[in-house]
Nanobody, 128 residues
Framework: QVQLLESGGGLVQTGGSLRLACAASGRSFSGYDTTWFRQAPGKEREFVAGIRRSDSVYYTSHADSVEGRFTISRDNAQNTVYLQMNSLKLEDTAVYYC???????????????????WGQGTQVTVSS
């Protein structure tokens, strides 16, 4: 069983930065896809960014809405995945969730139904 715990959320002004972290307990991230999703008030949960390590290479994907502003990374030794968020906008306000699944090459990171493990979420609020 993998338990995921997010941290790093908070209140920030537009244009500011935050770094979210998701720590895993119970097993290593090795062999897993790890992905950030978010859910804004009144909206469906959506894909933000995903990462996997294959043959010692990290492969990432970012949603168009965050491309160039957010960066996902991972430290397998620390069993932690990060989301660096820069140039934050009001529309980035949401609860951010970390999710993990065994590496699934045949599925897009954004397919939420394929994830086995989810964190409780961390609130990010961007104010003007």
């Amino acid at each position: 069983q993998v338990q995921l715990l997010e941290s790093g959320g908070g209140l920030v002004q537009t244009g500011g930065s935050l770094r979210l972290a998701c720590a895993a307990s119970g097993r290593s991230f090795s062999g897993y896809d790890t992905t950030w999703f978010r859910q804004a008030p009144g909206k469906e949960r959506e894909f933000v960014a995903g990462i996997r390590r294959s043959d010692s290479v990290y492969y990432t994907s970012h949603a168009d809405s965050v491309e160039g502003r957010f960066t996902i990374s991972r430290d397998n030794a620390q069993n932690t995945v990060y989301l660096q968020m820069n140039s934050l906008k009001l529309e980035d306000t949401a609860v951010y969730y970390c999710a993990a699944r065994p590496i699934f090459y045949g599925s897009m990171y954004s397919d939420q139904s394929t994830y086995d493990y989810w964190g409780q979420g961390t609130q990010v609020t961007v104010s003007s």
